[in-house]
């Protein structure tokens, strides 16, 4: 059994970067063929897509967010970062690690693993 379990700091201040990690347990973040993408929800609004890191370690991120957003992974740890920068009071969401077999899905049942969520706020 895959478990995912996000982690990062509840609350941050206006026009800073916000980091949050995804650690993953029962399976490896290189096997082949999964993504594995972090996905946000703000308030009262749907999932929104924001990137991937593959298997292969390789990168792609959603267009809303790549000037700002950067993807990583510490293989011996088996965890995924997200570094999303100069943050504003709109990034308040839940924030969402998933594992597809691809990449850019914003529907829950096209991940067949995801985390518990992080709530993170944006405030001064």
């Known amino acids: 059994q895959v478990q995912l379990q996000e982690s990062g700091p509840g609350l941050v201040k206006p026009s800073q970067t916000l980091s949050l990690t995804c650690t993953v347990s029962g399976g490896s973040i290189t096997d082949d063929p999964y993504y594995w993408s972090w996905i946000r929800q703000p308030p009262g609004k749907g999932l929104e897509w924001m990137g991937a890191?593959?298997?292969?370690?390789?990168?792609v991120y959603s267009p809303s967010f790549k000037s700002r957003t950067s993807i990583s992974r510490d293989t011996s740890k088996n965890q995924v970062t997200l570094q999303l920068s100069s943050v504003t009071p709109e990034d308040t969401a839940v924030y969402y690690c998933?594992?597809?077999?691809?990449?850019?899905?914003?529907?829950?049942?096209?991940?067949?693993?995801w985390g518990q969520g992080t709530q993170v706020t944006v405030s001064s």
């Open positions: 890191i593959a298997y292969s370690g390789s990168t």
């Open positions: 998933a594992r597809a077999t691809g990449f850019g899905w914003s529907r829950k049942e096209e991940y067949d693993y």
